[in-house]
């Protein structure tokens, strides 16, 4: 990108810059590490407008690296909760778990400022070891998240994704670089991530208000709609059972560990089946849930989730049993009263499943 594109950019970035809750009003100061890296990760997958108010929430409760590692790994999940891909919080975790442990002889806790020293943390890649060095440190880092790399391919009519190869990735790490390669690369960087959400935007792209648009080659060519080329997704379908295992002194059964998903967290335990399989406990199911303790079965009706590829249909099964729940329990099973139990589960999955069971009380 040649320096009078780069001039129009930053000159376009300072007119339209949004104000957002991360991004200080002076678009030339050094920002907090800390808030970079968790609005840069929340922003992974996420809208803009779903995370600001997360992004603020989570800085109240977790205003620093270090309060972040001491909190649980539930109540990270539950600040989460509704951001998806909970991997990311699980990381984000154990990654200031090992910044504090790491840093224990310092009076501040801080993250690295060097490329190599972020991208051993777990979740933080390329981009984001790139983004924190940018608009943190104001360092010459490049950055390439998906809006740079949509801009890069109109902008240099790039028929290939960078996920294609190793040599299609270093085609736009290249481009990446040459815009990092100035004083101000904390700002065109931003700017082009902008840029990518407000104006080059996957669908109707608005062209005509571009500041890169006398130099963007398939705006010139007239075929902005053929860039970049698409990626399919196969969806998968998934269907099962969820099981709302309730005691008779009214708690509610969850699970970590052993399921097709939230192998990580507390959630309902989850069982895939048939669409016409009958109703009732399958053999599988008989590891969580003692037949001979069962005092009733309900069916509670499905409700329907998706989880990254997955297009889930789930059947609600809700069992009530004959004996209080156990007070001592291995690691991985915790018995949760019930009501509580919509504060505990951080994961949408379970508590849509607790809603059937709500909804079917409702009723009666």
């Given at each position: 990108m040649d320096p009078q594109s780069l001039k129009k950019l930053r000159e376009w970035?300072?007119?339209?810059a949004a104000k957002l809750p991360w991004r200080p009003a002076d678009l030339d100061s050094l920002r907090d590490p800390y808030a970079v890296w968790i609005s840069e990760t929340m922003l992974q997958q996420t809208q803009v407008s779903t995370v600001q108010d997360y992004f603020v929430r989570w800085m109240k409760r977790f205003p620093?690296?270090?309060?972040?590692?001491?909190?649980?790994?539930?109540?990270?999940?539950?600040?989460w909760q509704g951001l998806g891909y909970y991997s990311r919080a699980k990381n984000i975790?154990?990654?200031?778990?090992?910044?504090?442990?790491?840093?224990?002889?310092?009076?501040?806790?801080?993250?690295?400022d060097s490329r190599k020293e972020l991208e051993v943390l777990p979740g933080i890649g390329a981009y984001t070891a790139g983004a924190i060095l940018s608009l943190a440190y104001h360092q010459r880092e490049a950055i390439l998240d998906g809006n740079l790399v949509r801009i890069f391919s109109r902008l240099y009519a790039l028929d290939y994704l960078p996920t294609e190869s190793r040599e299609a990735a270093e085609v736009?790490?290249?481009y990446a670089r040459k815009v990092a390669?100035?004083?101000?690369?904390?700002?065109?960087?931003?700017?082009?991530?902008e840029l990518g959400?407000?104006?080059?935007?996957?669908?109707?792209?608005?062209?005509?208000?571009?500041?890169?648009?006398?130099?963007?080659?398939?705006?010139?060519?007239?075929?902005?709609?053929?860039?970049?080329?698409?990626?399919?997704?196969?969806?998968?379908?998934w269907h099962g059972t969820v099981l709302v295992v309730e005691s008779a002194d009214h708690k509610i059964?969850?699970?970590?560990?052993?399921?097709?998903?939230?192998?990580?967290?507390?959630?309902?335990?989850?069982?895939?089946?048939?669409?016409?399989?009958?109703?009732?406990?399958?053999?599988?199911?008989?590891?969580?849930?003692?037949?001979?303790?069962?005092?009733?079965?309900?069916?509670?009706?499905i409700f329907k989730h998706g989880i990254t590829v997955h297009k889930m249909e789930c059947r609600v099964l809700h069992i009530s049993l004959d004996t209080n729940a156990p007070k001592h329990t291995p690691p991985e099973i915790q018995w949760v009263k019930i009501d509580e139990a919509k504060e505990f589960f951080a994961n949408s999955f379970s508590l849509k499943a607790l809603e059937r069971l709500s909804d079917l009380a409702d009723k009666a």
């Open positions: 970035f300072k007119k339209n620093d690296v270090k309060t972040l590692a001491a909190a649980s790994e539930e109540e990270v999940f539950r600040h975790l154990k990654a200031a778990k090992a910044i504090t442990l790491e840093t224990r002889s310092s009076d501040r806790v801080h993250l690295p736009y790490w290249d390669a100035s004083p101000k690369a904390y700002m065109h960087n931003e700017a082009l991530m959400r407000t104006v080059c935007k996957v669908k109707n792209p608005d062209c005509r208000n571009c500041p890169l648009r006398s130099s963007c080659r398939s705006a010139l060519e007239n075929r902005v709609a053929e860039f970049p080329p698409a990626k399919k997704h196969p969806q998968k379908d059964l969850a699970v970590r560990g052993g399921q097709k998903f939230f192998k990580n967290q507390f959630a309902l335990p989850h069982f895939e089946s048939a669409r016409n399989a009958p109703i009732g406990l399958t053999l599988e199911m008989e590891k969580i849930v003692r037949p001979d303790r069962v005092k009733s079965t309900r069916d509670c009706g």
